[in-house]
């Protein structure tokens, strides 16, 4: 049975991007007790045998049913692509224990047993309690478990946002859900995920969050109900080669001969976003061999842009880091 989300002209307009470290520490967790989502991650997981050994997640487990709800306090939706993982955590230790008894019940009501269980019974006993339990051990988990990885992860979430606002811009909703899951479809003004259940909600003006996951594939999920910020979750783009050890670095003279010495230089230097005109400046090159430069490394997937007022700046995706390898920087010709 699908899941139907009912866009208004005004949410047409009100569609955003968010990155959540708190979600993906969600996820991760998630992942690692779900042997169908390991098929991407397995050097992540072997990697972590030792450190999950002294990690106790019995807390979040009891409220983390293989299917059925999750409370939504726990992992809200981000307010943009820029939250800290403290500030998320931040939102949730502020979480209301009339609120949280209510989320924890419908979520222990999906296991068998799970509210009569001696842990059940604190937490809807104790909500407050349990939001300082449950708060703590997100806070360990994302120490050992994502923390150290962050910086990897986040550039692919980055890539997958400025990719996907790309499609967004170029041809609106149909062209961004097009390929964004499988399970996805778009008509009428409604977004359909095909999965359990039944559920429709008019998103009432608010828009909808997108939130890239690395670790949510091969799923994508869509809920949150009022009043939180209706939310998708979806796979991010190139995960396949995420825990791929990189290349050793390439010599300058390689770099050069695969890319041409004027593009390797531009990729070289970019270790901030540029401008047409400041990478001119700097190799002292003509503007329009600058730009068609740029055009090729990014048609190649080395580069992304975006437009900031009335420039428009350049920066090296994750895979233009990976070839780059840590080379050093060839001189212009």
């Known amino acids: 049975m699908p899941f139907h989300m009912r866009f208004e002209a005004d949410d047409l307009l009100r569609c955003r991007f968010g990155i959540s470290p708190l979600w993906e520490t969600h996820q991760a967790l998630y992942t690692l007790l779900r042997p169908r989502r390991h098929v991407y991650h397995l050097p992540w997981l072997r990697r972590m045998r030792e450190p999950l050994a002294s990690l106790d997640v019995s807390w979040l487990s009891l409220v983390v049913p293989d299917r059925g709800y999750h409370p939504d306090f726990l992992c809200p939706p981000p307010s943009g692509p820029l939250d800290s993982f403290e500030d998320e955590l931040a939102r949730v230790r502020a979480t209301a224990p ?3 008894r209510e989320e924890l019940a419908r979520s222990l009501g999906e296991t068998p047993g799970a509210a009569d269980s001696a842990r059940g019974r604190v937490m809807l006993a104790d909500p407050a309690g349990a939001v300082r339990e449950l708060t703590a051990a997100l806070e360990r988990a994302w120490h050992t478990v ?3 990885d962050w910086p990897r992860l986040r550039a692919l979430l980055e890539a997958d946002v400025v990719f996907h606002a790309r499609r967004l ?4 909703l149909e062209r961004l859900f097009a390929d964004l899951h499988p399970s996805l479809t778009w008509a009428d003004d409604t977004l359909t995920i095909r999965r359990p259940g039944h559920h429709s909600r008019r998103l009432g003006g608010r828009g909808l969050m997108l939130v890239p996951s690395v670790f949510t594939w091969p799923e994508v999920i869509g809920g949150f109900d009022p009043p939180w910020q209706a939310t998708l979750v979806y796979p991010a783009r190139g995960i396949g080669g995420l ?8 010599s300058d003279d390689a770099l050069s001969r695969l890319l041409g010495p004027n593009r390797a230089a531009l990729l070289s230097t970019l270790d901030e976003p540029a ?3 400041t990478l001119a400046d700097r190799h002292g090159l003509a503007l329009s061999s600058v730009s ?9 997937g080395l580069l992304t842009s975006r437009r ?3 420039r428009v700046l350049y920066e090296r995706t994750p895979l233009g880091t990976a070839l780059l390898g840590g080379a050093a920087r060839p001189h212009l010709s």
């Not at 811009?169 to 609106?172: F, H, I, P, S």
């Not at 825990?243 to 390439?250: E, L, N, S």
């Open 275 to 277: 401008s047409t005109t």
């Open 98 to 100: 009339d609120r949280a």
């Open 292 to 300: 068609a430069h740029l055009r090729v490394l990014r048609d190649a």
């Open 169 to 172: 811009a170029e041809g609106g």
């Open 243 to 250: 825990w791929h050890t990189p290349p050793p670095p390439a």
């Open 308 to 310: 900031e007022g009335h």
């Open 146 to 148: 994502l923390a150290p």
